[in-house]
Nanobody, 125 residues
């Protein structure tokens, strides 16, 4: 069973920063592309960022490009989402996701099979 556990959410003022973490088992982390999605109240879940199994390729949504950075530490079986210059419109539940891939450089934008429970990020104005 694939388990993903997010942490690091919270309440922050506009302009502030947070770092989300997503921990998983070693068997899960190897050969899996990882991603972050978010869902705001009344809106559909949307892709935020993804990173390849190799860690060498990333995709960042235009809405957060230049402010958010995705990374992974394969020695710690953990991926991260560094969020800087946060805005009230970034308020949402953030979800970690994992997808098994064959190509180590693949970064899926959708179709992830495994999901964490979500962590709330609230940005006050």
């Amino acid at each position: 069973q694939v388990q993903l556990v997010e942490s690091g959410g919270g309440l922050v003022q506009a302009g502030g920063s947070l770092r989300l973490s997503c921990a998983t088992s070693r068997r899960t982390f190897s050969r899996y592309a990882m991603g972050w999605f978010r869902q705001a109240p009344g809106k559909e879940r949307e892709f935020v960022a993804g990173i390849s199994w190799s860690g060498g390729y990333t995709n960042i949504a235009d809405s957060v490009k230049g402010r958010f950075t995705i990374s992974r530490d394969n020695t710690k079986n953990t991926q991260y989402l560094q969020m800087n210059n946060l805005k009230p419109e970034d308020t949402a539940v953030y979800y970690c996701a994992a997808e098994p891939v064959i190509n180590s450089n693949s970064v899926p934008l959708s179709g992830y099979d495994y999901w964490g429970q979500g962590t709330q990020v609230t940005v006050s104005s």
